[in-house]
């Protein structure tokens, strides 16, 4: 009797772990990158956040998406990167968030 009882309970607290497991449908829609790529922004940058970019990874990714003279390179204190720069031919300000956006404003 005692294996019995010994038996049902380990089959209950199997079960009732595999249940324990089942996934959740995530609440976002996907359509928005963790991470931006040459070819996609997220529409709401710059995004707030910690970022863990360098000074010189912030200036070359800036450097790579068509800006030159990039000068004034300050993190602010949103983890936003914010700095001046030119690009064709006009003196803009630029923001690099920790998602990669980057933004003329």
Known sequence: ???L???VAILGASTLA???????????????????????????APVEGANS???????????????SDVSGLMLDDKGVWQAKATKDGKSVAVSLDYQGN???N
């Open 5 to 7: 009882i010994a038996a």
């Open 102 to 104: 980057i933004v003329a």
């Open 53 to 67: 970019f360098t000074e010189d990874q912030a200036r070359e990714r800036i450097t790579e998406a068509g800006y």
């Open 1 to 3: 009797m005692k294996k």
């Open 18 to 44: 595999a249940f324990a497991q089942t996934t959740t449908t995530p609440t976002t829609d996907g359509d928005t990158p963790a991470i931006a790529t040459p070819d996609s922004t997220n529409s709401t």
